[in-house]
T-cell receptor
Framework: GDSVTQMEGPVTLSEEAFLTINCTYT??????LFWYVQYPGEGLQLLLK?????DKGSNKGFEATYRKETTSFHLEKGSVQVSDSAVYFC???????????FGAGTRLTVKP | DAGITQSPRYKITETGRQVTLMCHQT?????MFWYRQDLGHGLRLIYY???????DKGEVPDGYVVSRSKTENFPLTLESATRSQTSVYFC?????????????FGPGTRLTVL
């Protein structure tokens, strides 16, 4: 079945460092891909999404490109801030299934 | 308040007791979902509902019961709580469409079963 694999954390970076969180997926159809962010004590919030191959989702300085050839959707940010400290989830949604499939989550800590 | 709310936010109970977690959304979304979040597992689907009076099992339904008599509410009941059900529970909703639309999540309920 459809699944998502993302890099294990935790990830600790200094402020203004470059961030990459890897995400790869397995799907038999043509899924939409998502990154969600979860701040401490809160629910998940949509960070960005891409609905077809080569689409780039972007929001708040974060970007991810839907790469069908490598089945990947890596999250990147050029300069992280302390306020970016959170858990990040990669997810996919396929027209054949009703739910989303989530990766295990990657905890990011940004230090001043 | 607009959006999706969950209650209670925190709950401590004992093994064998019945517990009901509430979820309410104001968008009139057709689909609603219950997930549990456990370290190392991400989010796993417990049950979902496509509309009022239509529910179906997800990946980990054992020990849980759901109902949906009204579009806006989707309660989750643990009939006889076990320690393995200690977790953070999230409710989510999305519009009626093919599965490309994002889901909107509630703030979560942290449940501890002693």
């Amino acid at each position: 079945g459809d699944s998502v694999t993302q890099m294990e954390g935790p990830v600790t970076l200094s402020e203004e460092a470059f961030l990459t969180i890897n995400c790869t997926y397995t799907a038999t159809g043509y899924p939409s891909l998502f990154w969600y962010v979860q701040y401490p004590g809160e629910g998940l919030q949509l960070l960005l999404k891409a609905t077809k191959a080569d689409d780039k989702g972007s929001n708040k300085g974060f970007e991810a490109t839907y790469r069908k050839e490598t089945t990947s959707f890596h999250l990147e940010k050029g300069s992280v801030q302390v306020s970016d400290s959170a858990v990040y989830f990669c997810a996919l949604s396929d027209e054949r299934v009703h739910d989303m499939r989530f990766g295990a989550g990657t905890r990011l800590t940004v230090k001043p | 308040d607009a959006g999706i709310t969950q209650s209670p936010r925190y709950k401590i109970t004992e093994t064998g007791r019945q517990v009901t977690l509430m979820c309410h959304q104001t968008w009139s979304h057709s689909y609603m979902f219950w997930y549990r979040q456990d370290l190392g597992h991400g989010l796993r689907l417990i049950y979902y509902s496509a509309a009022a009076d239509i529910t179906d099992k997800g990946e980990v339904p054992d020990g849980y019961v759901v109902s949906r008599s009204k579009t806006e509410n989707f309660p989750l009941t643990l009939e006889s709580a076990t320690r393995s059900q200690t977790s953070v529970y999230f409710c989510a909703s999305r519009e009626q469409s093919l599965g490309y639309n994002e889901q909107f999540f509630g703030p979560g309920t942290r449940l501890t079963v002693l």
